[in-house]
């Protein structure tokens, strides 16, 4: 009986404890909501997608610059894949991710709770350090580059558009075209290559081509990571009680020495 009242006990504190985190997380969301309230008086409308365009860099990043890096071929600031061609670019340099829940603001150095919260501060108090004289949004490019494919899972499943499909595979082989001119040598002609077979093919209705077929950046697995803690904290564990074990072991072994001793000396002659 008093064993079940002590699991009762633990499970309501575990519950009161959980509904307080949540009460404060949404206190603090909520707080963080208010002060962008406060500063959409200062809000100015920008025609293009950070979202998408932080998915556009995401997909450069890791599926087409680590073969730019490895040829060690310098892309063309007229290559509307070049960073400097990012709207939000310098914005996303001046993200600090600290933990999960707190992202700063690398301009202010103002906290918030979630990075959607971020962007809203980037685009209330920070407009003025986006170059929108010039047209830079990436996100245009997301036809071209599988956004949607990275964004949404199941967008594979969904029907295809062949009119679509054939307008995308058209910017893809431009950018292809202009970013890796087959004429500036053999780096060029193999990147020019890469990115036809890892973006361009993939455009068809026919289902047979799946974007990114070369790889990209090695991502670290995490249950890998996992794994490795967990093996490093068990570790030390483990030594302690063989440890104890063996400990226990020559104790007892020393017991049975002195038993048998003193009863060889009290067996009569």
């Known amino acids: 009986m008093g064993r079940a009242k002590a699991i009762t006990l633990i499970i309501l504190i575990q519950f009161i404890l959980l509904h307080v985190t949540k009460s404060q997380q949404g206190f603090e969301e909520s707080l963080a909501a208010r002060t962008l309230k ?16 932080r998915a556009a860099w995401q997909i450069i990043d890791d599926y087409l610059m680590p073969f730019v890096e490895e040829e060690g071929y310098q892309i063309s600031a007229d290559c509307r894949l070049h960073p400097d061609n990012d709207l939000f670019r310098d914005q996303e340099r001046h993200k600090i991710h600290l933990d999960v829940n707190e992202w700063r603001c690398g301009y202010c150095k ?11 501060h980037f685009d209330n108090r920070h407009y003025n350090l986006l170059n929108v004289n010039q047209s830079k949004c990436l996100a245009d490019l997301c036809g071209a580059l599988h956004c949607d494919f990275v964004i949404n899972s199941n967008f594979l499943k969904a029907k295809c558009n062949p009119a679509a ?14 970013c890796f001119p087959i004429s500036q040598g053999p780096s060029a002609r193999r990147l020019h290559e890469l990115f036809l077979r890892q973006f361009c093919d ?6 047979k081509a799946k974007p990114f077929p070369r790889g990209g950046k090695k991502q670290t697995n995490l249950l890998y990571m996992a794994t490795s803690i967990l093996l490093m904290m068990l570790l030390p564990l483990f030594y302690l009680l063989y440890y104890l074990y063996q400990r226990d072991m020559k104790q007892e072994t020393q017991v049975l020495r002195r038993v048998s001793q003193v009863g060889r000396k009290a067996k009569p002659s």
Not at 110 to 120: I, P, V
Not at 166 to 173: A, K, P
Not at 202 to 207: F, K, M
Request: glycine share 2%; proline share 0%.
């Open 202 to 207: 993939a455009h068809t209705c026919s289902g």
């Open 165 to 178: 499909a054939t307008r995308n595979r058209h910017l893809c082989e431009s950018l292809a075209n202009s």
């Open 38 to 53: 406060q500063e959409s008086h200062d809000t100015h409308e920008v025609h293009c997608s950070r979202e998408r365009s």
């Open 110 to 120: 103002k906290s918030f709770r979630a990075e959607r919260f971020l962007d809203q």
